[in-house]
């Protein structure tokens, strides 16, 4: 089991990017794989992009590709989303999640979970 704590969300402007970071600590977290998911009002919650343990290995949802890049300091325990170009879709509560070994596109996979940070994209 590792904690996780998200930071980084904002409100910003069409076309506006974001840093988001999420820390880990706990059991042995190099062992873990990293997602991001995101859930905007009154809908599901949504795989955003993952990343393996060693960082080597990443995934990125069709509606980010582009535009969104996960990444993590193994060092630093901490895996980053920088968002680009963000648009008003992009709105959302983001979450990061971690699960041993392998990653995974589904948020049942995923057994930790981060509290959550608040992304705002104004028109």
């Known amino acids: 089991q590792v904690q996780l704590i998200a930071s980084g969300g904002g409100l910003v402007q069409t076309g506006g990017s974001l840093r988001l970071s999420c820390t880990i600590s706990g059991r042995t977290p190099g062992n873990f794989a990293m997602a991001w998911f995101r859930q905007a009002p009154g809908e599901e919650r949504e795989f955003v992009a993952a990343?393996?343990?060693?960082?080597?290995?990443?995934s990125h949802a069709d509606s980010v590709k582009g535009r969104f890049t996960i990444s993590r300091d193994t060092a630093k325990n901490t895996v980053y989303l920088q968002l680009n170009s963000l648009q008003p879709d992009d709105t959302a509560v983001y979450y990061c999640?971690?699960?041993?070994?392998?990653?995974?596109?589904?948020?049942?996979?995923?057994?930790?979970w981060g509290q959550g940070t608040q992304v705002t994209v104004s028109s």
């Open positions: 999640a971690a699960r041993p070994v392998w990653f995974s596109t589904r948020s049942q996979d995923y057994t930790d």
């Open positions: 990343i393996s343990p060693s960082g080597i290995s990443t």
